[in-house]
């Protein structure tokens, strides 16, 4: 299904009409990131900015979108409530430099070590994580203050404008290419929304919003005033003696408020432009963390944890839009992209990010393909941010919903539901791992190691059940050729295809078709040597490549090994 990206060719129109796209697409993602970090909104609106913009110009990958994601926010959140808001900016700068440090010792080539079963599995799992993240979406503000799910005729619209939204993307491309489909969805149906809360009876609106057709808006707005109410549950649960420090993720009983109470905390809510971003150690609202080893040794955990969770969900997305593209981007220059991005981003304040694999698919999907559109994206969010908030409250989330579900549907690699009977069972097993935490646990970094050590462990054991030697004798000497790499987990085989006791005096190991990997198969030849020494015969290591042989020679106790000058060998280099 990722052929569904691959339509477009690259223009500077393209690029911008997706980079309008990708700009309405990034407000709620940047808001709803903002609330998982227990952050105020605007810090990750601005914090999309920064990301966006930086990395669009420095990285590596002409036409990805990066953006405040889930996967670094569920790092931040446990940051904030530890040690609070004042140490978020110096580990996002920390992970900035950590990142650029990667890029400059051009380790961001390991992404080629990710076996194709994982990247099927994380794709698959990552459509299914943006399908479910679409849930907070049909949900507004209850009369107790707490979110709850749209009933009756709310949702009936909720659902028709999901579903029109979804109808203009897939058949408009058939009618004209002249504008991007999702960007053409979104006006549509932004337009009908308009009208109808515009003209709909006040006895329409369902309690919580303003408008009959819930908006960006009444999202962002029902969010901040439920956030408000729990807070104000937990001040009465205080003072009224109960734990006073719950679990950011932890369910807030709101039942102790009256109605009066409720209304008090919805009220104190007010739409009001949020201030400008400036350099966080000159903003008034933040106490500066100290600058000693004390509060290095704070964020550093938390920093290389960041680091590491934005490179892979970075690295892991530029591959795939590779994959759509057919074209080849830089993994070492996107690690100093986002690493330069960071250090911009905490020192404005923000809560860092990386880049956003379903915003990538929509630009892709739009017809972006170069830096241009990461450009429009990030500015025009700061534009429809700052200048044209009116604007965002006029869009209805069913429009950026239906194109997230669009996302979904081209981003799952429908071909593996009947494929897995014909691959590997191995590769079934990484990919329904992959795709199963990456679900279950939102956290796509941890999924794409976890695949790459399973995946290691079977190819490991695959191999090390696979050495194997063809026994000859040549002039009275037996030589074993063998195939297959010694290794750490074929050490075991090898031991038992070799005889000291019944062997002749003169044995030869035959490298051609193996090699010596690693210190395990050093001691084991090691080892052996001493074997066929105690008999009183000799061994002889016979086509050993360069880098085996200096790897034997440096080790310098292989007394009783005799080196073979012969240097005819099957495989050339290391792995």
């Known amino acids: ?79 904030v409530a530890i040690h609070g808001v004042e140490y978020l900016f110096p580990a996002v700068i920390l992970c900035g430099l950590l990142q650029i440090i990667v890029g400059l010792l051009r380790m961001g080539k390991l992404i080629r070590l990710v076996p194709h079963s994982v990247m099927l599995g994380f794709v698959n799992g990552l459509a299914i994580v943006i399908g479910l993240a679409q849930i907070g979406s049909f949900k507004t503000l209850g009369t107790n203050g707490t979110m709850t799910f749209l009933q009756n005729g709310p949702l009936v619209i909720m659902i028709g404008f999901v579903a029109l939204t979804m109808a203009v993307i897939v058949w408009l491309p058939k009618l004209t290419k002249a504008i991007p489909s999702s960007l053409a969805a979104i006006m549509m149906v932004s337009a009908i929304a308009v009208g109808i809360n515009s003209f709909a009876p006040q006895s329409w609106v369902p309690g919580g919003q303003t408008n009959v057709v819930q908006t960006v808006d009444d999202l962002v707005m029902n969010n901040l005033k439920a956030k408000a109410v729990q807070q104000a549950a937990l001040e009465v649960q205080s003072h009224d003696g109960a734990a ?12 102790v408020l009256s109605p009066e109470q409720v209304g008090t905390a919805v009220a104190s809510i007010k739409s009001t432009r949020d201030p400008l971003p400036t350099l966080f150690f000159l903003d008034s609202r933040y106490v500066l963390a100290p ?31 590779d994959e759509i593209t057919e ?14 991005a960071n250090i911009v981003c905490g020192l404005f304040g923000g809560m860092g990010g990386c880049a956003m694999i379903g915003q ?59 494929t897995w009977n014909k691959i590997p069972k191995s590769d079934v097993l990484v990919m329904v791992l992959v795709a199963g935490y990456t679900v279950l646990f939102h956290n796509l970094a941890i999924a794409v190691l976890l695949g790459i050590v399973v995946q290691a462990l079977i190819f490991a054991w695959h191999h090390a059940t696979h050495m194997m030697a063809d026994i000859h004798f040549e002039d009275n000497k037996k030589v074993y050729q063998l195939h297959g790499p010694l290794f750490f987990a074929s050490v075991s085989s090898f031991r038992e295809l070799v005889d000291p006791v019944n062997d002749p005096p003169f044995v030869v190991i035959d490298f051609y078709f193996s090699r010596v990997y690693d210190q395990s198969a050093m001691e084991a030849i090691s080892k052996l040597a001493q074997r066929y020494r105690q008999e009183g015969k000799s061994l002889q290591l016979r086509n ?23 240097m005819h060998y099957h495989i050339t280099k290391m792995i």
Not at 293 to 309: D, K, M, N, Q, R
Not at 327 to 340: F, K, V
Not at 547 to 558: F, L, T
Request: proline share 3%; with cysteine; glycine share 12%.
């Open 1 to 79: 299904m990722l052929e569904f990206f691959a339509k477009h060719t690259a223009s500077i129109r393209g690029d911008f009409l997706s980079g309008l796209t990708v700009a309405l697409a990034l407000v709620p993602e940047a808001v709803a990131f903002a609330f998982v970090a227990g952050l105020h909104p605007s810090i990750g609106l601005y914090s999309a900015f920064f990301i966006g913009l930086v990395s669009s110009l420095a990285g590596g990958r002409p036409g990805m979108i990066s953006g405040a994601t889930g996967a670094m926010a569920v790092v931040i959140v446990s940051l």
């Open 244 to 255: 006073a420090l719950l679990d950011h993720h932890a369910a807030v009983d709101t039942s």
């Open 291 to 321: 600058f000693t080893w004390e509060t290095l040794a704070i964020i550093f955990p938390f920093s290389l944890i960041l680091a590491g969770v934005g490179l892979i969900e970075s690295l892991m997305t530029l591959t795939l839009i």
């Open 327 to 340: 074209t080849r981007g830089s993994g070492n220059r996107e690690c100093i992209g986002q690493g330069a």
């Open 360 to 418: 990538s698919l929509i630009n892709v999907n739009s017809g972006g393909r170069g830096r241009l559109s990461g450009v429009v994206a990030a500015v025009g969010l700061l534009v429809l941010v700052v200048l044209l908030k009116p604007v965002i409250s006029m869009v209805p989330m069913a429009a950026l919903v239906g194109v997230m579900f669009m996302v979904v549907i081209g981003t799952f690699e429908w071909s593996t539901l009947h």
């Open 544 to 566: 050993l490549n360069a880098d085996c042989r200096r790897m034997i020679e440096r080790a310098g106790d292989m007394s009783g090994v005799i080196i073979s000058d012969d």
